[in-house]
């Protein structure tokens, strides 16, 4: 199927860090995505990761793939509140034209 | 300089109307697209033009219609609206190449009362 399962919220603390996970069905997704979606707005991609790595930093952001269990997960480093959004994960379907399917997207709280 | 836009934000309109969404990208890229947001903020692709070709068509009612007049242009025609296309619709667009993710304009918001 095209499932791709996120939680659907996390409530964090300011300063701390925030770890959103992502499971995807395609295993041959050759990239992986992370998108962000502030209220009212469309969605900001914020990093991906080619499906031959295991991690990639971008400043406060970590991403780490675990191929063979098909998960994913974002890290965002000392949580601002100005982090406070949806973030969607999303793998791309190389077979299907390119499309990106999404999951349900992880709402993400960041109280002072 | 917005990279994706969409006309109109917002469109309130009565069932049964026929309405159209507009999308224009600066950016070059040679793919468009079009997702439906529904109320639980899950994102479903609707359509996609590779160069004015029709390259991905969901599941969709035949009342959605999409039409690409050119590859920086990709617009929705919807005839005979339901409550159940109350939605943000959203275009996006990306170049061939494999690593690029989309780059979305930032949404329609449609109810249909």
């Known amino acids: 199927g095209e499932d791709v399962e996120q939680s659907l919220f996390l409530s964090v603390r300011e300063g701390d860090s925030s770890v959103i996970n992502c499971t995807y069905t395609d295993s041959s997704s050759t990239y992986l995505y992370w998108y962000k979606q502030e209220p009212g707005a469309g969605l900001q991609l914020l990093t991906y990761i080619f499906s031959n790595m295991d991690m990639k930093q971008d400043q406060r952001l970590t991403v780490l793939l675990n191929k063979k269990d098909k998960h994913l997960s974002l890290r965002i480093a000392d949580t601002q509140t100005g982090d406070s959004a949806i973030y969607f994960c999303?793998?791309?379907?190389?077979?299907?034209?390119?499309?990106?399917?999404f999951g349900q997207g992880t709402e993400l709280s960041v109280k002072p | 300089d917005t990279a994706v836009s969409q006309t109109p934000k917002y469109l309130v309109t009565q069932m049964g109307n026929d309405k159209s969404i507009k999308c224009e990208q600066n950016l070059g890229h040679d793919t468009m697209y079009w997702y439906k947001q529904d109320s639980k903020k899950f994102l479903k692709i609707m359509f996609s033009y590779n160069n004015k070709e029709l390259i991905i068509n969901e599941t969709v009612p035949n009342r959605f219609s999409p039409k690409s007049p050119d590859k920086a242009h990709l617009n929705l025609h919807i005839n005979s609206l339901e409550l159940g296309d109350s939605a943000v619709y959203f275009c996006?667009?990306?170049?061939?190449?494999?690593?690029?993710?989309?780059?979305f304009g930032s949404g329609t918001r449609l109810t249909v009362v």
């Open positions: 999303a793998e791309k379907w190389d077979n299907q034209g390119g499309k990106l399917i």
């Open positions: 996006a667009s990306s170049p061939m190449s494999r690593n690029y993710g989309y780059t």
